[in-house]
């Protein structure tokens, strides 16, 4: 038997995300193998989730992903683990379109029991019919107990349970109101800035988990045969010659989905460089810069001339490289941040990145190119400013709705840039970028 449950709320701001990293430290306390996912295009939390428990995370996304891949990725990696712990996106119900692409969806299809983590501040016994609904409210979705955030005081837990009792949910615990188990927010999320020590935030936040959370008891409710979850049979791949893949990795690019290096580890070698601290490209027959926080490193990034050339010299010699948001902000001529600063960069692709007027564009998207529906997620502040030599669009993007957006994926010669983080892992889905990396088009 395995343990399988899936971290849903009502709505943002519960506190999923505390919860979970507190559960993953404490399961990782306990000498068990703890593999955390995180429902939806998420690329902050599975970071956060990697470092609390000591395993990679894995984004489980129905927009993006086949139902045929995210069954396979699921029973990949809990094979041979002890507790697989999935974070939901939002409110448990929420998706693109309904029901479509919720971690409702994910916990329905995987059969995986729902542990709902419930925003207890400024209410009481009202909690009842909450509970009551999200446990009736879909026959597939099995809400197994409520752990209640924000808790003032035992008196206030107290009623609490009360109301689990006569909701038919079983009370699993709480975490108390405390500032120092609040995690920073930043413009694009939770994020790791250098003055939080995130290893006394888990340790802190498990602490709370193993003293108010019955963690033995969501143990056993969560307990579910391990033949649910079989690993699939895959069809082989096509053989390719070997592909060396270089990925822009520091603080300032960082935004991946784990599957997506994992497929490129099997295409070949990938090794890792620092825009921000290295002096020039490794070898390499593509480049990857992921999207990331480029916006606050931008001095260090504009400083560091040697990179810059020598990206610059690798992308107008032909070679092929992917940019993703903050990596195509990094290959323009310029980002000028929120005051009009400006500060040159690679000057790959003429035009100007920038982060005055800042405003959230985020979203599903779907870009058709060529013969392909490419799909990924766009999350980002920043906009392009000015385009000196308008760059052509390879390939048109809209929304999960169906109506175009205008943040295009571009293409100059061997380079594809765009504001969408493109996910290829989908073996249903990745002819498109075969093609591209072997020059197949």
Known sequence: MQSHLLIGAASSGSGKTTFTLGLLRALKNRSLRVQPFKCGPDYIDTRHHRMAAGSPSI???RYMMSELHVRDLYARYTAGTDVAVTEGVMGLFDGYDGMQGSSAEIACMLQIPVVLIVNAKSTAYSVAPLLYGFKHFNKGIKVVGA????VASENHYSFLKQACEDAGVEALGYLPKRADVEIPNRHLGLSLDEDFCFEEFADRVAELVEKHVNIDRLLELTNVPESIHSPLEREQGVCHLPLRTAVARD????????????YLHGLGEVVYFSPLKDASLPAADFVYFPGGYPELHLAALSANKPMLE???RYAEGGGRLLAE??????LSDEIRDKDGNAYPMAGVLHQSATMENMK???GYRTLLYKDFRLKGHEFHYSRLAEQKNPLPSCAVAYTA?????DTPLYRLKNVLAGYTHLYWADPAGNEWFTNYLYGKE
Do not use: P, Q
Not at 147 to 150: C, E, I, R
Not at 325 to 330: A, P, V
């Open 360 to 362: 959230l564009r985020l």
């Open 310 to 312: 020598s990206v610059r």
């Open 147 to 150: 752990v209640f955030n924000f």
């Open 325 to 330: 948001c903050g990596g195509m902000m990094y």
């Open 401 to 405: 709705k169906g109506v175009e957006t």
């Open 251 to 262: 603080a300032a690019f960082n935004f991946v989905y784990e599957e997506n290096i994992r």
């Open 59 to 61: 984004n489980l996304d």
